[in-house]
């Protein structure tokens, strides 16, 4: 059953760029018709979609990031990750990743994020 | 973006009643190929979202046979037959029929 585990910097200081990878586990990044994707909640917030890569690179961004957003996947380690540049407070927040299909969705447990100086 | 609105916001539950919640999509969500690209989730306090419902009306894998969705175009709904303890939490609707993504404010169900 596949796994995904988020890890990162836990603190980032304002205007920096926050950077998280996201493993997977239990398959491989490169097989199926899966999109890989992040998702951010602020604390006792709802929920926002950032963005997602496939594994041959292609990607889609949501524009509210107005492009501070990269997303990228290293096939050989099995992994993809994230970098949102120039962060602020309103960048806090619980970062997921996940596996999306038409029929299916798995998340990582989620890691937290705080932009603070 | 499309805006997605559901509503309650929150509801309070005896176990074993019926709940419903309703997911109003700013567009249609309704595709060419005859689906809705609707997704329901259910975030537990503590825990990531899983997801119960995809393609507006379809049971993801393991989840309980109470649980339902319907709707099409830009009205649905989610519907659990008879309320059960571990139903507690926040549910979210998402539209995945254009990016970007975008989800409902969520509705919190509380078990009375």
């Known amino acids: 059953q596949v796994q995904l585990q988020e890890s990162g910097p836990g603190l980032v200081k304002p205007s920096q760029t926050l950077s998280l990878t996201c493993t997977v586990s239990?398959?491989?990044?490169?097989?199926?018709?899966?999109?890989w994707s992040w998702i951010r909640q602020p604390a006792g917030k709802g929920l926002e979609w950032l963005g997602r890569?496939?594994?041959?690179?292609?990607?889609n961004y949501n524009p509210s990031l107005k492009s501070r957003v990269t997303m990228s996947v290293d096939t050989s380690r099995n992994q993809f990750s994230l970098k949102l540049s120039s962060v602020t407070a309103a960048d806090t927040a619980v970062y997921y990743c996940?596996?999306?299909?038409?029929?299916?969705?798995?998340w990582g447990q989620g890691t937290l994020v705080t932009v603070s100086s | 973006d499309i805006v997605m609105t559901q509503s309650p916001l929150s509801l309070s539950v005896t176990p074993g009643e019926p709940a419903s919640i309703s997911c109003r999509s700013s567009?249609?969500?309704?595709?060419?190929?005859?689906?809705?690209?609707l997704g329901w989730f259910l975030q537990r306090p503590g825990q990531s979202p899983q997801l119960l419902i995809y393609?507006?009306?379809n049971r993801a894998s393991g989840v309980p046979d109470r649980f339902s969705g319907s709707g099409s175009g830009a009205d649905f709904t989610l519907k659990i037959s008879r309320v059960e303890a571990e139903d507690a939490g926040l549910y979210y609707c998402?539209?995945?029929?254009?990016?970007?993504?975008?989800f409902g404010q969520g509705t919190k169900l509380e078990i009375k």
């Open positions: 996940a596996r999306e299909a038409s029929d299916s969705s798995v």
């Open positions: 239990g398959g491989s990044i490169s097989s199926g018709s899966y999109y």
């Open positions: 890569i496939y594994a041959g690179g292609g990607t």
């Open positions: 567009q249609s969500l309704l595709h060419s190929n005859g689906f809705d690209y």
């Open positions: 393609l507006g009306s």
């Open positions: 998402m539209q995945a029929r254009q990016t970007p993504f975008t």
